[in-house]
């Protein structure tokens, strides 16, 4: 594995869960992709010359809301209309 990714020549992009699967480390741990890092880390390959495989950082993912039965509920911002007629009761108690 070492060898096959000091060859690769410049630009390259690095997918180590794609070298994970190939070398059969994914079958021994979830975090494959992790190991192969850091055995290739530990072994002197220079990392930082390779593209990384994702460019930009995953959006983050909110939790959605389970209701009592088991329905989701997901947020939806308030209509002007719904605001108004809040402020309206608010006001006249």
């Known amino acids: 594995m070492q060898k096959k990714v000091e060859r690769c020549l410049l ?17 021994k741990t979830k975090l494959g992709n992790m190991v192969v890092k850091e055995f290739l ?3 002197g390959v220079q990392l930082s010359r390779f593209q990384k495989f994702r460019q930009e950082k995953p959006a983050a993912r909110r939790k959605l809301i389970r209701m009592q039965g088991g329905e989701i509920s997901v947020p939806v911002p308030r209509t002007n209309k719904e605001i108004r007629e809040t402020l ?6």
């Open 11 to 27: 630009p390259f992009q690095i997918n180590y869960s794609e070298l994970a699967r190939q070398y059969g480390v994914m079958e």
């Open 41 to 43: 880390e530990s072994e």
């Open 88 to 93: 309206m009761v608010s006001t006249v108690q």
